[in-house]
Each structure stands twice: as C-alpha cells, then as structure tokens.
C-alpha cells in the first residue's frame, strides 16, 4: 500500500470517517520496537545493493531492504522503507508508534557521521550489552541468520549451484524473509497472525524462486511491430 502522504484520496479515506473527523486509534493500538540490522552481501545483487537491511519487530513480522552503501542518507531510506513495510504487515491502526533499534556496536563499519545521522533522525543505537543483549537483538541476529539461510538454499535451488549467480542473493533474502512472515514461528502461530491478522497460507499467494516466468512489454519498449510481445523472466519473489 501506498505511505501516508502519497495520494490524497487514499489518505482521506484512511484517515477521515464520515462525517469528517480524525479517527480515534482502537484500544490496543500499541507502540512497537522494531531491531534492524545490516548484512553485507559481498558482490552487488542484480539493483546494485552491497548491504541488505533487515528489521524485525517484537512479534517477529520481519522485512528485509536492500541498500547500495551504509551511508547515513541511504540507511534512512532504507529504515522509512522498512518501516512503512512493517506498518502494511499490521491491521490498520494496531501501530501507534514505533521505536527502530538498529544493532550498532558489531557493524563496525557504521562511521560516526553515519551514527550521528540516524540518531538525529530518531533511531536508537544499540548494543550487545544489557538490556539490549536480551531485547531486540537476538531478534534482529536471527532474522539474519534467516536471511543467510535463504540466500544459499533458493539460489542453489533456483540455479543448481551456490556460487552461481551471486547477484540473486539479496533477492533471495529478501523474499525468503517475506514468506517467513507466514510460517508457524515459536508456536502454532506465524508471526503475521500474531501481529493481529488472519492466517494466510503462503504457499497459494507465491511461486518458487527462480522459477521461468512471461513477462508483457508495452509497445513503447517493443523493437517495432516484428518484435515479440513477451520475455521471459525468472521469478525473484514478492
């Protein structure tokens, strides 16, 4: 769905009852901590991406974003992005406020100019001691580990063998961590039910990675009336 801000219609009908007043949250709405944390890829994925973002939140609905550099700038977008993906994955009013912790002191590679940058714009630098060590990061390090997991098992399964074709490794990591949404996690519940949603099952809504996909051009991208409407494609996920 589209950030508030975006369409003026959608943000009215979202944000506006009937007779024109703010809508009032529902009674559970709840403020949420989300942990995030970087993965470094190694080579570049098929956007040109270096690191991917993972974010994780205290009912372990997870997203992952993909980020060219760890600059301050970059990682912003990537947060609001990651941010705003989370929120959709939530019924409509249960966030009332987040709070993004973002595991600062084993990603060495974070400057301070960088640090200072996401403090400014509000997030929280954690570490591996105390409060933290038993919160939000062993969240964030299993999401990661998640992410890890997938990387090697849908690339080797798409293209028969690991190291072939790196650049897919973001993309499956990305998607892996998507689905993993909807997986019974800790229990009989996915973590998007235990967000407040009803079960979905996964399997019916998404392909298998890697898998031979059609795809329309327009006749603007078309070489003239000869060419063939279709290409074919590999199917990275949702």
């Known amino acids: ?3 508030l801000g975006m369409c003026d ?13 703010a809508m009032e949250l529902p009674g559970d709405a709840e403020k949420i901590e989300i942990a995030g944390d970087l993965i470094e890829l190694g080579d ?9 973002f993972t974010f994780t939140t205290v009912h372990g609905v997870k997203t992952a974003i ?8 970059d990682l912003e977008v990537a947060i609001l992005q990651g941010r705003q993906e989370l929120r959709d994955m939530y019924p409509y009013g249960k966030i009332d406020d987040e709070e993004i912790r973002v595991h600062s002191d084993m990603e060495k590679g974070l400057s301070s100019k960088c640090k200072q940058h996401l403090q400014k714009i509000g997030i929280k630098l954690t570490t591996t001691e105390g409060y933290d060590s038993k919160k939000g990061n062993p ?5 990661n580990r998640k992410a890890r997991e997938y990387q090697r098992k849908l690339v080797l399964e798409a293209v028969g063998r690991r190291m072939l074709y ?6 499956a990591m990305m998607h892996g961590i998507f689905c993993d949404n909807f997986r019974p996690e800790s229990g009989e519940k996915s973590p998007y039910e235990k967000a ?6 996964i399997e019916d809504s998404v392909d298998i990675f890697g898998s031979l996909a059609w795809v329309k051009e327009s006749e603007e991208r078309r070489g003239g009336n ?13």
Do not use: F, W
């Open 44 to 52: 570049p994925d098929i956007n040109g991406s270096m690191y991917i």
């Open 196 to 201: 407040g949603n009803e079960k979905i099952d």
């Open 1 to 3: 769905s589209m950030p």
């Open 66 to 73: 993909g980020t060219k550099t760890k600059s301050g700038p």
């Open 166 to 171: 790196k650049e897919l490794g973001g993309e």
């Open 226 to 238: 000869h060419d063939t409407p279709n290409r074919r494609a590999i199917y990275l996920g949702e």
């Open 9 to 21: 219609v959608c943000d009215e009908v979202k944000i506006l009852p009937s007779k024109g007043q």
């Open 139 to 143: 969240k964030a390090e299993r999401t």
